[in-house]
C-alpha cells in the first residue's frame, strides 16, 4: 500500500519508498525518517513563542500594536491575537521541527536535499496538476518565473492579468496591481518604465466579455493568462459559478496558458488549492510562503511540456543560490504534514462560525457592511453591495474601516491594515478566539456608527 504522508503514525517498518500520487510517479527510494522527532531539547517547549524575560519589541511595528504588546506585559495579559498573516508558520510542531532540522542539516547548501525532493513529491500529491516544478525564495520569484517559462513555450509576449490582482512586484505585474499598490492609489510604480508593462493587459475581475474582447484585439499574441482564481489582494472576492471553467475554455481556444497564482489559495481553501476547490486544472500554478510554512519559499510548475522550456533542459533561464533551501523547505514540510483533510474540517468550520457571527453583528449594529468568506480567509467590505471586482471594492468606506482596524487593535486584534486585504484564521485559532473577535467587532461597530 502507498505510504499516505498524511497519516498520524511513524513510517511502517520497512517501507523505504513513497508512492503518493495516483499515477505512481516517485518510485525513487526516500529516507525512511521523513518526519524527523524533536530533541529532547526542544520536546515540550515552544520555542516560536519564547518567554517574555527574553521578548523584545520588534522595530517597525505599527505604534497600536507595540501598545497593545507592552499593556499585554504590564498586565501579563495575552499579546495581540494576529489574524493577518497568510504564511500559514509558527505553531510549536513546525518550530521544534525546524529547530532540530537546522542543528542536523544547516542553512544554505546550494543544492537540493533529500527534504527538497519530499516537499515536491509532498505538493505533487496534493496538486496533482504540477507535473514537473522548481522551487524558488518567494512568489514574486514564482509568478515572475512562470510567466518568462510561459513567454518561452508558447514564443509570445503578451500576457493578461487581472485589474486589482497582486502577483508579486515584479516589473511587468505592477500595471493596476492590488494589494498594498491599491491600498496607497497607486496605477503602477516609480521606476518600471512604460516598456516593462506595454505587453501586459489589464481586465477586470469576473468579465468574461472584457477577457474575450483582451483576445479578439490581440490575436496570437497572449502567452498566458495570470490571475489569483480567489482574489484576495482586493479583499477576498468569489469568481462566478462560470467564471474559471469559462476563462480555462477561452485559454484553450486561443492556444494560451492559464497560470493561477495561488499564493495565498494554495494549501489554504484546500488542500489542493482553489483548482481542487472549482475543478478547473491551470497550466501553471505558482506558490508562496504557505509552500514555506512561513518562511522564503516559492513554487511554480504545472504542464511537464510547459515545464521543459525551463534551463538546464530548455532555453528558458532561471536560478537561485537560495531556491529551495533546507530552511524554508523543513518548516515547509513541517506545515504541510498537518494539512490533512482533518485539518481543512476544522478550518472550514472556524471560518463559518466567524462569517456567521460577524454578519449577524453587522445586521444587529446596522453597520453598511458585508462579510465576504472562502474557507479561512475573509474580509469585512464596508459597503452593502456585493464585491465582485475591484471596481466594487473601491466603493468601501475606507474611512470607516480605519475606524474599525484601529478599535479592533484596541481590544487585541490585528488585522490587515487596509480594506483591500484579506485577513487569515489558522490552526492556531479557536472558537474561543474567533467569539473573542466577534464580541470586540460588535463593540466596535456600535461605536464607529
Given at each position: 500500500?502507498p505510504?499516505?504522508?498524511?497519516?498520524?503514525?511513524?513510517?511502517?517498518?520497512?517501507?523505504?519508498?513513497?508512492?503518493?500520487?495516483?499515477?505512481?510517479?516517485?518510485?525513487r527510494?526516500?529516507?525512511?525518517?521523513?518526519?524527523?522527532?524533536?530533541?529532547?531539547?526542544?520536546?515540550?517547549?515552544?520555542?516560536?513563542?519564547?518567554?517574555?524575560?527574553n521578548?523584545?519589541?520588534?522595530?517597525?511595528?505599527?505604534?497600536?500594536?507595540?501598545?497593545?504588546?507592552?499593556?499585554a506585559?504590564?498586565?501579563?495579559?495575552?499579546?495581540?491575537?494576529?489574524?493577518f498573516?497568510?504564511?500559514?508558520?509558527?505553531?510549536?510542531?513546525?518550530?521544534?521541527?525546524?529547530?532540530?532540522?537546522?542543528?542536523?542539516?544547516?542553512?544554505?547548501?546550494?543544492?537540493?536535499?533529500?527534504t527538497?525532493?519530499?516537499?515536491?513529491?509532498?505538493?505533487?500529491?496534493?496538486?496533482?496538476?504540477?507535473?514537473?516544478?522548481?522551487?524558488?525564495?518567494?512568489?514574486?520569484?514564482?509568478?515572475?518565473?512562470?510567466?518568462?517559462?510561459?513567454?518561452?513555450?508558447?514564443?509570445?509576449?503578451?500576457?493578461?492579468?487581472?485589474?486589482?490582482?497582486?502577483?508579486?512586484?515584479?516589473?511587468?505585474?505592477?500595471?493596476?496591481?492590488?494589494?498594498?499598490?491599491?491600498?496607497l492609489?497607486?496605477?503602477?510604480?516609480?521606476?518600471?518604465p512604460?516598456?516593462?508593462?506595454?505587453?501586459?493587459?489589464?481586465?477586470?475581475?469576473?468579465?468574461?466579455?472584457?477577457?474575450?474582447?483582451?483576445?479578439?484585439?490581440?490575436?496570437?499574441?497572449?502567452?498566458?493568462?495570470?490571475?489569483?482564481?480567489?482574489?484576495?489582494?482586493?479583499?477576498?472576492?468569489?469568481?462566478?459559478?462560470?467564471?474559471?471553467?469559462?476563462?480555462?475554455?477561452?485559454?484553450?481556444?486561443?492556444?494560451?496558458?492559464?497560470?493561477?497564482?495561488?499564493?495565498?489559495?494554495?494549501?489554504?481553501?484546500?488542500?489542493?488549492?482553489?483548482?481542487?476547490?472549482?475543478?478547473?486544472?491551470?497550466?501553471?500554478?505558482?506558490?508562496?510562503?504557505?509552500?514555506?510554512?512561513?518562511?522564503?519559499?516559492?513554487i511554480?510548475?504545472?504542464?511537464?511540456d510547459?515545464?521543459?522550456?525551463?534551463?538546464?533542459?530548455?532555453?528558458?533561464?532561471?536560478?537561485?543560490?537560495?531556491?529551495?533551501?533546507?530552511?524554508?523547505?523543513a518548516?515547509?514540510?513541517?506545515?504541510?504534514?498537518?494539512l490533512?483533510?482533518?485539518?481543512?474540517?476544522?478550518?472550514?468550520?472556524?471560518?463559518?462560525?466567524?462569517?456567521?457571527?460577524?454578519?449577524?453583528?453587522?445586521?444587529r449594529t446596522g453597520?453598511?457592511a458585508?462579510v465576504?468568506?472562502?474557507?479561512?480567509?475573509?474580509?469585512l467590505?464596508?459597503?452593502?453591495?456585493?464585491?465582485?471586482?475591484?471596481?466594487?471594492?473601491?466603493?468601501?468606506?475606507?474611512?470607516?474601516?480605519?475606524?474599525?482596524?484601529?478599535?479592533?487593535?484596541e481590544?487585541?486584534?490585528?488585522?490587515?491594515?487596509?480594506?483591500?486585504?484579506?485577513?487569515?484564521?489558522?490552526?492556531?485559532?479557536?472558537?474561543?478566539d474567533?467569539?473573542?473577535?466577534?464580541?470586540?467587532?460588535?463593540?466596535v461597530?456600535m461605536?464607529?456608527?
Amino acid at each position: 500500500m502507498p505510504y499516505n504522508p498524511f497519516s498520524r503514525g511513524p513510517l511502517p517498518v520497512g517501507v523505504r519508498t513513497m508512492d503518493w500520487s495516483d499515477a505512481g510517479r516517485s518510485g525513487r527510494p526516500l529516507p525512511t525518517e521523513v518526519w524527523y522527532p524533536a530533541s529532547e531539547e526542544f520536546r515540550g517547549k515552544d520555542v516560536a513563542e519564547g518567554t517574555r524575560d527574553n521578548y523584545e519589541l520588534v522595530p517597525g511595528l505599527p505604534p497600536g500594536w507595540q501598545e497593545a504588546v507592552r499593556d499585554a506585559e504590564a498586565r501579563k495579559g495575552p499579546f495581540p491575537l494576529v489574524v493577518f498573516s497568510h504564511g500559514f508558520g509558527g505553531h510549536r510542531r513546525q518550530s521544534t521541527f525546524l529547530c532540530t532540522h537546522l542543528a542536523s542539516h544547516g542553512y544554505v547548501v546550494a543544492a537540493v536535499d533529500h527534504t527538497g525532493n519530499t516537499i515536491v513529491e509532498m505538493v505533487q500529491f496534493m496538486m496533482p496538476s504540477m507535473e514537473k516544478l522548481r522551487l524558488v525564495s518567494s512568489g514574486t520569484e514564482a509568478t515572475m518565473s512562470a510567466l518568462r517559462a510561459a513567454r518561452g513555450f508558447t514564443k509570445r509576449d503578451k500576457i493578461v492579468k487581472i485589474d486589482g490582482g497582486y502577483h508579486g512586484h515584479s516589473d511587468g505585474l505592477l500595471a493596476a496591481a492590488g494589494s498594498g499598490a491599491v491600498t496607497l492609489g497607486l496605477p503602477g510604480s516609480a521606476g518600471v518604465p512604460k516598456s516593462a508593462v506595454a505587453d501586459t493587459i489589464v481586465v477586470p475581475f469576473n468579465d468574461l466579455d472584457a477577457m474575450r474582447a483582451a483576445f479578439e484585439d490581440n490575436p496570437g499574441q497572449i502567452a498566458a493568462v495570470i490571475l489569483e482564481p480567489i482574489p484576495a489582494n482586493m479583499g477576498v472576492v468569489l469568481p462566478r459559478p462560470a467564471y474559471l471553467p469559462v476563462l480555462r475554455s477561452i485559454c484553450d481556444e486561443h492556444g494560451t496558458l492559464l497560470v493561477f497564482d495561488e499564493v495565498i489559495t494554495g494549501f489554504r481553501v484546500a488542500r489542493g488549492g482553489a483548482q481542487q476547490l472549482f475543478g478547473v486544472r491551470p497550466d501553471l500554478t505558482c506558490l508562496g510562503k504557505i509552500a514555506g510554512g512561513g518562511l522564503p519559499l516559492g513554487i511554480y510548475g504545472g504542464r511537464g511540456d510547459v515545464m521543459d522550456v525551463v534551463a538546464p533542459q530548455g532555453p528558458v533561464y532561471q536560478a537561485g543560490t537560495l531556491s529551495g533551501n533546507p530552511v524554508a523547505v523543513a518548516a515547509g514540510l513541517a506545515t504541510l504534514k498537518r494539512l490533512d483533510e482533518r485539518a481543512f474540517i476544522a478550518l472550514e468550520g472556524l471560518g463559518r462560525a466567524l462569517e456567521d457571527e460577524l454578519a449577524r453583528v453587522v445586521r444587529r449594529t446596522g453597520a453598511k457592511a458585508r462579510v465576504q468568506r472562502v474557507g479561512s480567509a475573509f474580509t469585512l467590505f464596508f459597503t452593502a453591495e456585493e464585491v465582485v471586482d475591484l471596481a466594487s471594492a473601491k466603493k468601501s468606506d475606507t474611512a470607516q474601516f480605519a475606524k474599525f482596524f484601529h478599535g479592533m487593535l484596541e481590544r487585541g486584534f490585528l488585522l490587515p491594515p487596509a480594506q483591500f486585504e484579506a485577513a487569515f484564521l489558522s490552526m492556531a485559532h479557536t472558537l474561543e478566539d474567533v467569539q473573542g473577535f466577534v464580541t470586540a467587532a460588535r463593540e466596535v461597530l456600535m461605536a464607529i456608527k
